[in-house]
C-alpha cells in the first residue's frame, strides 16, 4: 500500500512539473525576473546614448585663423544621466572634450542635438542641455558612502557603440587612487568587476534600487574587469556648482545649505540648512531639512540647483522644511547675484574661453614683436571662442589694439564702457610658433 501511495504521489509530482514546464518558459515571472531586470526598466530610459564629432588634434576650426574648416572629424561615443526633466544631462568631461557637434540617443530611439553648459575638468564632468518637447525620465541618487566591498552593481552605457549595453558586477574595492597618465589621474574611485568599457564613460553605476551609486569613468587598459567610476558624492557636489553658474539669482542673502548623509534615515541623503545670517529675512533655520522647493522635491544640492534655474530675482518660492519633527511650510526670496565676476569669469562667460599665466619665454621666442601673452586653458565648445577656432594651447597676445600679458589687460577690454563697439573683437594668438589672427563675435 506505502509503495503504491508513492508511485501515485510521484507521477502527480512529474504531471503537476510537466503542466508548469510551458508556463515558466513562456513567461514565469518569478523564475526569470530578478533583481537586475528590474533596474535596468527603470533605469534605461534615464540614461542617453552621447555620439560626438571631434576635431582632429591640431586642427583649425575656421576662418577666423587664416585657414579653413577640417573636413576630417573623427566619431566620439559615450553616456550621460539625465538629471532633470528639461533636458540637462551629466557625463564625463573627456567625452565631449574637443568636440564640434553632440547628439544624444534616448533609449526609444529619439535623437536631439546637445549643447555644453559647463564642465569641471578637474572633476571630469560636464553639464548637457538638450529641448525635449517632453519632460525626460530621470534616475535617483542614493549615496556612496554606504557601498560595500561585493556589493551587486549594474552599468549601463554605450559600450563600443553598442546602445544601452548592461553588465553587472560587484563592487571590487573603494576608495582606489588612479593614474592614467601623467596627465589624467583620478582620487577615490570605486572600482568594479562589472564590464566597462570605451563608450561607457559618464552613464551610471548603479545599485540593486536602481539608484546611481558612481558615474563611469575609466578602465585599466590590458586588464580583465577592472573598471572605474567617480562616487555619486563627489559627483553631487561637483554638478550642484556647475549648475549653480547657470542661474543669475541667489539663494538668499546668508543663506547656506550643506548636504548631509545619515545611512539610518530613508532616504540617507538630505539638506540641511548650515547657516544664516541674521536679518535674513527668510524664516529658515540653521538645522532646518529643506524637503522641496516649489514643486522639486529636494534630497541634495542638486535638487535646490535645479528649483532655482529659471528663477527670476524677486521671485518668492514655496519651501517646505523639516524643523524637529514636524514639517513648516515657509518660502523663499530669491536675489538677483551681486557677486562681482572675476576677470577669469568675465572671459569665461563672454568669450568662452579660460586664461591661465604663462612663461614668457616660450612666448618672446617664437616672436620678436611680441612681450608676453595669457595660455587659453580651455575653451567651450558652443561660444565664441570655439566658433572663431581658439583652442586649447592657444597663447592669447592681444584684444582689440591692446596686448594681453596679464589679466589686468584682458579686464581693461572686457570693462571697457565702449566694449560693444569692439565686436568683432580682434585677437591675436600664437600656435605652433605661428602668429594667427581673427574676430570674436559678441556672445551676450
Given at each position: 500500500m506505502s509503495q503504491r501511495r508513492t508511485l501515485v504521489v510521484s507521477i502527480l509530482l512529474v504531471l503537476l512539473a510537466w503542466n508548469l514546464l510551458p508556463w515558466a518558459r513562456a513567461g514565469g515571472s518569478h523564475v526569470r525576473r530578478s533583481v537586475i531586470?528590474?533596474?535596468?526598466?527603470?533605469?534605461?530610459?534615464?540614461?542617453?546614448?552621447?555620439?560626438?564629432?571631434?576635431?582632429?588634434?591640431?586642427?583649425?576650426?575656421?576662418?577666423?585663423?587664416?585657414?579653413?574648416p577640417s573636413q576630417n572629424k573623427n566619431n566620439g561615443m559615450g553616456t550621460g544621466i539625465i538629471i532633470d526633466p528639461r533636458g540637462y544631462i551629466v557625463t564625463n568631461h573627456h567625452v565631449i572634450e574637443?568636440?564640434?557637434?553632440?547628439?544624444?540617443?534616448?533609449?526609444?530611439?529619439?535623437?536631439?542635438?546637445?549643447?555644453?553648459?559647463?564642465?569641471?575638468?578637474?572633476?571630469?564632468?560636464?553639464l548637457l542641455k538638450v529641448e525635449s518637447p517632453r519632460p525626460l525620465p530621470t534616475l535617483p541618487i542614493a549615496t556612496s558612502s554606504d557601498l560595500m566591498v561585493g556589493e551587486t552593481v549594474i552599468a549601463i552605457g554605450n559600450a563600443y557603440g553598442y546602445e544601452h549595453t548592461v553588465s553587472a558586477g560587484v563592487v571590487s574595492a573603494l576608495g582606489?587612487?588612479?593614474?592614467?597618465?601623467?596627465?589624467?589621474?583620478?582620487?577615490?574611485l570605486i572600482q568594479t568587476d562589472a564590464s566597462i568599457n570605451p563608450g561607457n564613460s559618464g552613464g551610471p553605476l548603479l545599485n540593486v534600487e536602481g539608484e546611481v551609486i558612481g558615474v563611469n569613468v575609466a578602465i585599466r587598459a590590458g586588464a580583465q574587469n577592472i573598471g572605474f567610476a567617480l562616487p555619486i558624492d563627489q559627483v553631487v557636489e561637483a554638478v550642484a556648482e556647475m549648475l549653480a553658474r547657470r542661474r543669475q539669482t541667489e539663494l538668499a542673502p546668508g543663506l547656506v545649505c550643506r548636504n548631509r548623509i545619515a545611512l539610518r534615515r530613508s532616504p540617507p541623503r538630505y539638506l540641511e540648512v548650515a547657516k544664516v545670517e541674521p536679518g535674513s529675512g527668510q524664516g529658515l533655520q540653521e538645522g532646518d531639512v529643506i524637503i522641496q522647493v516649489n514643486d522639486v522635491a529636494v534630497t541634495s544640492t542638486i535638487d535646490l540647483e535645479r528649483a532655482l534655474l529659471d528663477t527670476k530675482a524677486g521671485e518668492r518660492l514655496p519651501v517646505r522644511v523639516r524643523r524637529a519633527s514636524a514639517e513648516q511650510q515657509l518660502e523663499l526670496t530669491v536675489a538677483k547675484t551681486s557677486r562681482t565676476p572675476s576677470v577669469a569669469e568675465l572671459a569665461w562667460r563672454q568669450l568662452g574661453m579660460r586664461l591661465a599665466a604663462t612663461s614668457i619665454d616660450p612666448v618672446t621666442r617664437n616672436s620678436t614683436n611680441v612681450r608676453g601673452g595669457m595660455l587659453v586653458a580651455d575653451v567651450n565648445p558652443d561660444s565664441p571662442a570655439a566658433k572663431a577656432g581658439l583652442q586649447r594651447g592657444d597663447i592669447?597676445?592681444?584684444?582689440?589694439?591692446?596686448?594681453?600679458?596679464?589679466?589686468?589687460?584682458?579686464?581693461?577690454?572686457?570693462?571697457?564702457?565702449?566694449?560693444?563697439?569692439?565686436?568683432?573683437?580682434?585677437?591675436?594668438?600664437?600656435?605652433?610658433?605661428?602668429?594667427?589672427?581673427g574676430w570674436l563675435q559678441d556672445g551676450q
Open positions: 531586470v528590474d533596474v535596468v526598466e527603470k533605469a534605461r530610459p534615464a540614461v542617453v546614448n552621447i555620439h560626438s564629432e571631434r576635431l582632429p588634434s591640431g586642427s583649425v576650426g575656421g576662418d577666423a585663423l587664416g585657414g579653413s574637443d568636440v564640434a557637434a553632440i547628439r544624444i540617443r534616448m533609449h526609444d530611439g529619439s535623437t536631439f542635438p546637445a549643447r555644453v553648459l559647463t564642465r569641471d575638468r578637474d572633476a571630469d564632468l560636464a582606489r587612487d588612479v593614474t592614467l597618465n601623467k596627465e589624467v589621474s583620478y582620487k577615490s592669447l597676445v592681444g584684444l582689440h589694439q591692446w596686448e594681453t600679458l596679464n589679466l589686468d589687460n584682458v579686464s581693461f577690454v572686457l570693462t571697457h564702457a565702449d566694449l560693444k563697439s569692439f565686436f568683432p573683437l580682434k585677437f591675436f594668438v600664437l600656435r605652433n610658433g605661428q602668429m594667427h589672427k
